[in-house]
């Protein structure tokens, strides 16, 4: 299915990155974007929480991987016209973020239904970084 | 089909929207992800055309698009366990602003595929964004 | 004191903005800053907080007026070179989210010296977006 | 001086950053502010210029620093109260990107005031990450 993310890259003039790395970028830049808003709802799903008091580093981590998601995803569309390098080092970090995201979220799946779609979401994340690391190699 | 973002709407405890208000905030939520995603694209699409002297105007307006779509994806989010009302000035600064970028996109369609497709998510948003302000009333 | 965002200001190539407007939009956009960096960091010292459970309303709304912020300050910088028209918008919204969350975290000032700061500077930020809107009237 | 965030650092009731460490996070958290409204107003003075065509790459660096160092800010103020490691991937993260654009923008810092003023507001951030990170270790 072609989302709107791969339907602008296709029309974006610069062909600086092709091929393969186009096509993983693409799905890192809209995995970003879900990541994003899936760890933004779960920080706001454990603040409605009873226990409340044990998902506070929940939603730290949540709201954290949702600021470096959302900063990849931007950069990202840069490094279709731009230097893809630059954007080498935050999907490091955005790597980094997700698989902490995801163990933490994952700690919880059992009992937190938006956990368990968090911890899911992290992963893909994740796994999109690091699948667009190699291809940028 | 069920996207992440009504999946976690789902599964959040808080209940303080609901029925048809919570279905159009799911659908404006993944329409203001995929207007700033979209209009930062087309930002960056815009810096790389010939003519990217009579394109800095599109290139700002899709910028700020794409911040206030950025804030209202987030904030719609806590609107669920929150204050809902907190969520309607952003809606309406969002709404203007896809407003404005749509106009401005759709003036250059013909010319440049991405601006024809960021004039339509664009639109989405904007429309997303009213059909969420009417049910919030 | 000449800060840097006034500093940039005065670099600017354009003058669509000028006078009293152009010297309230650099208060304004460091404002807007400042409360972004003190909602943001008010948040997290409520999750410390013991008594996190009664504070899940403030968090919220320090995150939303943090967003708001955020979105506001980059798109008063492109207010300079463009059309500050678009910028009314988002400094209505962020006019009304400062004064929500100015509103409540006085309502903790007496037991959380980090909710009387965060007063403060939402305050502060509030007055700052009417002040602009009043010169760009 | 006291800026409003070490106000804010003061008064938060976690202490897992202590001592020297909370002090520099303090700086680098400012330094990040600063740097991204600074990059922020670079970009649209370089819209702004005659010779915009050559200074795109300028604007997008500009544009990926400025999204770098907004989202280290906020985990920055996340780090007092939460786990500080994970700060760390993204300090890396944004100490390349300043780096990476203050040597851009210097490159243009005898033609463009605001480019000078931006290469000093990266390097100063660049380092401010690098102490902090040094700090961390």
Same mark, same amino acid.
């Given at each position: 299915?072609?989302? @709107?993310? *791969?339907?602008?890259?296709? =029309?974006?003039?610069?062909?600086?990155? *092709?091929?393969?790395?186009?096509? =993983?970028?693409?799905?890192? !830049?809209?995995?970003?974007?879900?990541?994003?808003?899936?760890?933004?709802?779960?920080?706001?799903?454990?603040? !409605?929480?009873?226990?409340?008091?044990?998902? /506070?580093?929940?939603? =730290? $981590?949540? $709201?954290?991987? +949702?600021?470096?998601? @959302?900063?990849?995803?931007?950069? $990202?569309?840069?490094?279709?016209?731009?230097?893809?390098? /630059?954007?080498?080092?935050?999907? @490091? !970090?955005?790597?980094?973020?997700?698989? +902490?995201?995801?163990?933490?979220? +994952?700690?919880?799946?059992?009992?937190?239904?938006?956990?368990?779609?968090?911890?899911?979401?992290?992963?893909?994340?994740?796994?999109?970084?690091?699948?667009?690391?190699? +291809? $940028?190699?």
């Amino acid at each position: 299915m072609e989302t @709107r993310t *791969s339907s602008m890259i296709g =029309r974006h003039p610069a062909v600086a990155v *092709s091929g393969e790395a186009r096509e =993983r970028l693409a799905i890192c !830049a809209d995995s970003c974007l879900v990541c994003m808003q899936t760890c933004t709802t779960c920080a706001d799903a454990c603040l !409605a929480e009873e226990n409340v008091k044990g998902l /506070v580093d929940c939603v =730290r $981590l949540n $709201l954290d991987c +949702a600021d470096a998601c @959302r900063a990849t995803a931007s950069v $990202l569309m840069r490094a279709i016209g731009g230097d893809a390098r /630059v954007a080498r080092a935050l999907l @490091r !970090a955005c790597f980094d973020l997700c698989a +902490a995201c995801a163990d933490m979220c +994952a700690g919880h799946a059992d009992e937190y239904a938006h956990c368990l779609i968090c911890a899911e979401a992290c992963r893909d994340c994740q796994h999109a970084c690091k699948d667009l690391l190699d +291809a $940028l190699l």
